[in-house]
């Protein structure tokens, strides 16, 4: 091979390899979710802030507490480090999430490991995606920046699960951090999901 082609060729191969972008997802979740590693890269994610009048401690602590402000339909420990816990609701959607980092009163970032979907093609949606929570100050408030990290116009259940974040967000987990009690899904029983059941006809 001429020797000018050759040092071309190196060349382009080294500036592709450097121009990649890393990130710090668990690669044996990657291996199996390209897509979902390529819209994580992107800055499309679905975020949605509250600002509380309380302090960043009744934040922090009411955020772990997924039964109160989530689902009721939950198995496991919602507040242990490297531990996983187990969401369904019915069986339009089922998922294990892990708490994988937390710092006290600042921020809590939660894994979906494994996910599954009734309602569209794709059903592992979610899977290597994120749950983040970062609590600051601002003023005498605290406030609380969500975002699921990877969930993304995208994907299929966007819309449904826009409505779901928004609502749990804005309307649960604020009630549950002022007032002490949020809107959970009811164990056995329809919940807060129940109209958006109805509203995207899902079974």
Not at 97 to 121: G, P, R, W
Request: hydrophobic share 35%; charged share 25%.
């Amino acid at each position: 091979m001429n020797r000018y082609l050759l040092v071309t060729l190196l060349a382009s191969v080294i500036t592709t390899g450097c121009n990649k972008t890393s990130h710090n997802a668990p690669q044996e979740i990657l291996t199996d979710t390209t897509k979902t590693k390529d819209k994580m890269m992107d800055n499309k994610s679905f975020t949605k802030t509250i600002l509380v009048d309380q302090s960043a401690t009744v934040a922090f602590n009411a955020i772990k507490n997924f039964r109160a402000w989530w689902s009721e339909e939950i198995e496991g420990n919602t507040d242990k480090l490297n531990e996983e816990f187990f969401y369904h609701y019915k069986d339009i959607h089922l998922c294990k999430i892990k708490l994988v980092e937390s710092v006290a009163d600042k921020k809590l970032v939660y894994q979906v490991t494994e996910n599954q979907f009734n309602f569209v093609k794709d059903k592992t949606e979610w899977v290597g995606t994120k749950l983040i929570f970062d609590i600051t100050t601002e003023g005498n408030k605290t406030k609380v920046h969500f975002t699921h990290e990877g969930l993304v116009p995208e994907y299929e259940c966007y819309n449904v699960c826009n409505d779901a974040w928004t609502g749990y967000i804005t309307k649960s987990l604020y009630d549950l951090i002022t007032t002490g009690k949020g809107n959970p899904n009811p164990k056995d029983k329809d919940g807060f999901n129940a109209e958006l059941a109805e509203k995207w006809k899902l079974k």
